[in-house]
């Protein structure tokens, strides 16, 4: 079972400060898994990551074969990789959001279910 974690406080009670928090965090400090030993966060992000990845596939659905992908044999499975890179990096760069958000949520639930 995972430690509770402690929040610094209560919530983000409104858009406008979670933007201004995100906006106060400095590019060194993005949460990355390795930055970060908080195993929450860990999952939040990956939880991120996967989400952009979704999202991303959905975007690229409509593009023609060719350019950056190839057309020869084995282009789906690196336009898959690229992608997933792609979502990797976003999610890693701490700029995007959802971890936060969802990182505050499993914090709040964690709290209310002990």
Do not use: C
């Amino acid at each position: 079972m995972l430690e509770q974690a402690q929040l610094p406080s209560p919530a983000l009670t409104t858009s406008t400060q979670m933007m201004a928090s995100a906006n106060a965090r400095k590019p060194e400090t993005a949460h990355t898994p390795t930055a970060s030993a908080d195993p929450l966060m860990k999952k939040a992000v990956e939880f991120e990551a996967v989400f952009l990845n979704e999202m991303l596939q959905n975007m690229f659905t409509g593009l023609d074969n060719g350019g950056t992908f190839g057309t020869e044999e084995g282009s789906d499975a690196w336009k898959s990789m690229l992608i997933n890179e792609y979502a990797n990096t976003l999610s890693q760069s701490g700029n995007i959001g959802i971890a936060e958000s969802v990182h505050s949520q499993l914090l709040q639930i964690q709290e209310t279910s002990t």
